[in-house]
Every structure is written in structure tokens, then in C-alpha cells.
């Protein structure tokens, strides 16, 4: 998708332990990627990324639905697919610059903020922790502004 406009304003999460969760990668924790539960005290990104993937899924779904009126199933299920890449999440974590914000281990930290999957991951954590601090109706008004 190549954007010939700005993006709208970012939204700001304003409860910090939100913020905090959404830019930590479970590297900085020591947790490794076998871990199925959290142990007291751990906070990363990844519980607000599956939540704010879900919300995506809805809401850019009720978007292209609204916006697409005489489209049927096919063509509104590629157009939202198209949205929902990671490639496309990963593409706006960058215009944003969230990708720079993650907070990862001295190891990992390259390789957290330049791959595109974790990108991707950040971005919806960000919608995540968005839902989470403002609401369903914050995020709709952002992301209709961001599908124009």
C-alpha cells in the first residue's frame, strides 16, 4: 500500500502500565518463546497484541464492509486481508515510529525493532492498549482516519 497523504495523529495511551506493556518485547524479561504462561511481575506486548489483533480484525472488517456497499464476500474478505497483513501493520508501526519504541533485551533489540513480524506485533499492540485505555469508540475514529 503506498500512502499519498499524512497519517492521521497518533493517539497517545495515557495509562503508563498500558504504554509500558505495549513496548516491551518478552526478550527484556528473559522470557523465552516456549513460555506458555507469565510468571508474577512479567509484562510484554504479546496479551495486548493478540487483543488488539482482534479489534483490528472487527473494526477494519466493519470498515471495508460500511465502505465497500456493493461488494460481496470475496472482494470485502481481500480487501480486509489486505489491511490485516502484517506487511500492511508492520508498514504503519514504521510511519509511526513505535517500532523505535520498543524496549527489547541489548541482544534482541536490533532485531526486534527491524523485523517486520514484530513490528507488525507492535502495532497491535498498540491498538490493543489503545482499546484497552480509550475505548472501542477512540479507536474507530483513528482508524477510519488512518483508511482513508
Known amino acids: 500500500m503506498v500512502r499519498t497523504t499524512t497519517l492521521p495523529e497518533l493517539p497517545p495511551i495515557r495509562n503508563i502500565e498500558i504504554e509500558d506493556a505495549v513496548f516491551t518485547h518478552r526478550s527484556l524479561n528473559g522470557v523465552p518463546n516456549s513460555a506458555r504462561a507469565y510468571l508474577a511481575g512479567e509484562i510484554d506486548n504479546e496479551r495486548l497484541s493478540f487483543l488488539g489483533s482482534s479489534v483490528l480484525e472487527f473494526l477494519i472488517g466493519l470498515l471495508v464492509h460500511d465502505g465497500n456497499p456493493s461488494d460481496r464476500k470475496g472482494p470485502l474478505t481481500d480487501?480486509?486481508?489486505?489491511?490485516?497483513?502484517?506487511?500492511?501493520?508492520?508498514?504503519?508501526?514504521?510511519?509511526?515510529?513505535?517500532?523505535?519504541?520498543?524496549?527489547?533485551?541489548?541482544?534482541?533489540?536490533?532485531?526486534?525493532?527491524?523485523?517486520?513480524?514484530?513490528?507488525?506485533?507492535?502495532?497491535?499492540?498498540?491498538?490493543?492498549?489503545?482499546?484497552?485505555?480509550?475505548?472501542?469508540k477512540g479507536v474507530v475514529q483513528w482508524l477510519q482516519a488512518l483508511m482513508r
Open 79 to 136: 480487501k480486509r486481508a489486505s489491511l490485516l497483513h502484517h506487511l500492511q501493520l508492520a508498514q504503519w508501526a514504521v510511519e509511526y515510529g513505535l517500532h523505535s519504541r520498543v524496549r527489547a533485551s541489548p541482544s534482541s533489540i536490533l532485531a526486534v525493532q527491524n523485523s517486520t513480524k514484530m513490528q507488525a506485533q507492535v502495532f497491535q499492540a498498540y491498538v490493543g492498549g489503545l482499546f484497552k485505555d480509550i475505548g472501542l
